[in-house]
Each structure stands twice: as structure tokens, then as C-alpha cells.
């Protein structure tokens, strides 16, 4: 029941917000930095506008929504984007086959909204002294563009940049670092979610990968022993 109020404050924000960007369609857009895929991708997650609902925590958790626009580089909105997404969950783990993953489509204006939880921290480095940021992986492709593999990150996270155990990922880049905005039902603060909002630039291309490293698996490799613990 609550779950349900909450999506339907979340529908009538998001139609609202849409209207804002009438008028915004064309100029230069900023390619989206790329980021490493990370040894957690698995191909053809199941279609979902909730990530993460099987999380024994979705109930009590703040929940996200993940909202933005997939434009070129001209500014203008491309629909029918297949945007998959994957994270990990509340206890910063990964070692699932579909919980925290799945993909969605850009509809009309090139807008996509999916609901999930805050990602868990989780660390690469074998010391345990620095931690990746929170971030959920984006991998979006469309034909007649390059496919582009990145990661998307939370603004005052103390783990971004330098603090990165990750050195090669990208959570420096200010276009990959979103500012949460928090709603509320009431001055209560237990019917709260928070709202970020993610535009994705593609490249014109010929549909090959855009990813900061393509060998890249072992930037992430150390969760696999870190969090199977
Ligand atoms: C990295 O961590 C240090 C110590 O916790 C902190 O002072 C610094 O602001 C952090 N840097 C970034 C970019 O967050
Ligand atoms: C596709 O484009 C990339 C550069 O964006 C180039 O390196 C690659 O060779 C191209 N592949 C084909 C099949 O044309
Ligand atoms: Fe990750």
C-alpha cells in the first residue's frame, strides 16, 4: 500500500518534470563519459522498471528513482534506446544472477525511469582500505550508435575519486555524479524516496563499445572474493 503511494506521487513528478525539457532539442550535447563494465555483467537481464524489488530490504529501504533523458549529440531524444542496468544491492553485493539487473526502454522525448534502491559499498581493494563509490552500471544501446558502458555515481560519496578503490573507473567525472533530491509524504520522514535524474549522450558510431577499458575485468575482480565472505 505504501509502495503504491509512493509510485503514484513518482508518476505525477515525473509527468510534471517532463514538461520542463520542451524546448531543449537541439545544440551540443556532451558525449557521456564511458566507465569499465565490470566482471558483473551478464547479457539479456529480464525487462523491469523495478530494480532490486526482491531485495530483503526493498521494503525498508529510501527508494531511488532513476530518471533521464537518452539524447545525441545534437540534444536531440532518442526512443527506443534498450537501457540495461545492474547494481548491487543494499548489502553492497553482487553475487546474484538477476536481483539487482535488468533493462528498460527510452520512451517518447527519449525519457526512461526505473525504480531501485541506494547500491551498497563495496570494496576492490584487497586491504579494505578504500571503497568504490555507491554507483549502479549503465549499458545502453541503440542501432547507429555506439554502445556505451558506464557507471553512475552520487554527489558528497566519500569513496569518489582519489578515495576510488577502483583507479581505473570514472567517478571523478562530474557528468557521472548525480545530486539526490529527497521527497516526502509527510514531516514523518518514513514515506521518503529519492529522485536523481541521469541524461545519457550517445555517440553516432557504428554500434561498437564505448567503454573506458576494455580490459577491464579485473578492476571490480576482487568484489567476487571480498563479498562472497
Ligand atoms: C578522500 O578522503 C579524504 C579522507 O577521508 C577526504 O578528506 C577527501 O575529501 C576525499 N576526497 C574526495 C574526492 O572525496
Ligand atoms: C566502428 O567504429 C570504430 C570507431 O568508432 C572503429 O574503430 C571500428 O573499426 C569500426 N568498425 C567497423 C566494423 O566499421
Ligand atoms: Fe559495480
Not at 10 to 21: D, G, K, P, R, W
Not at 209 to 219: F, I, L
Request: hydrophobic share 35%.
Amino acid at each position: 500500500m505504501i509502495l503504491k503511494a509512493v509510485f503514484v506521487v513518482t508518476v505525477s513528478a515525473l509527468l510534471t518534470i517532463s514538461c520542463e525539457y520542451i524546448g531543449q532539442s537541439s545544440g551540443h550535447c556532451k558525449p557521456t563519459t564511458a566507465d569499465v563494465l565490470g566482471p558483473y555483467y551478464y547479457p539479456d537481464p529480464p525487462k523491469r522498471r523495478q530494480i532490486c524489488e526482491r531485495d530483503s530490504a526493498f521494503r525498508s529501504s529510501v527508494h531511488l528513482l532513476v530518471r533521464g533523458r537518452v539524447l545525441n549529440e545534437h540534444c536531440r531524444p532518442l526512443q527506443n534506446a534498450k537501457i540495461e542496468v545492474w547494481q548491487a544491492d543494499h548489502g553492497g553485493h553482487y553475487l546474484f544472477k538477476d536481483k539487482c539487473r535488468g533493462y528498460l526502454m527510452s520512451g517518447p522525448g527519449g525519457h526512461y525511469a526505473f525504480m531501485t534502491i541506494h547500491p551498497g559499498h563495496y570494496s576492490t581493494d584487497p586491504k579494505r582500505e578504500l571503497f568504490r563509490p555507491a554507483h549502479v552500471h549503465f549499458r545502453v544501446v541503440i542501432p547507429g550508435y555506439d554502445i556505451l558502458i558506464t557507471q553512475m555515481y552520487f554527489k558528497g560519496d566519500p569513496s569518489l575519486g582519489v578515495n576510488d578503490s577502483c583507479s581505473r573507473c570514472s567517478s571523478d567525472k562530474k557528468d557521472l555524479i548525480v545530486d539526490p533530491e529527497r521527497f516526502c509524504a509527510d514531516t514523518s520522514g518514513l514515506y521518503c524516496f529519492e529522485m536523481v535524474t541521469f541524461d545519457i549522450v550517445l555517440r553516432a558510431g557504428n554500434g561498437s563499445d564505448v567503454v573506458k577499458d576494455t580490459d577491464d575485468s579485473s578492476a571490480e575482480l576482487n568484489d567476487i572474493v571480498l563479498v562472497g565472505k
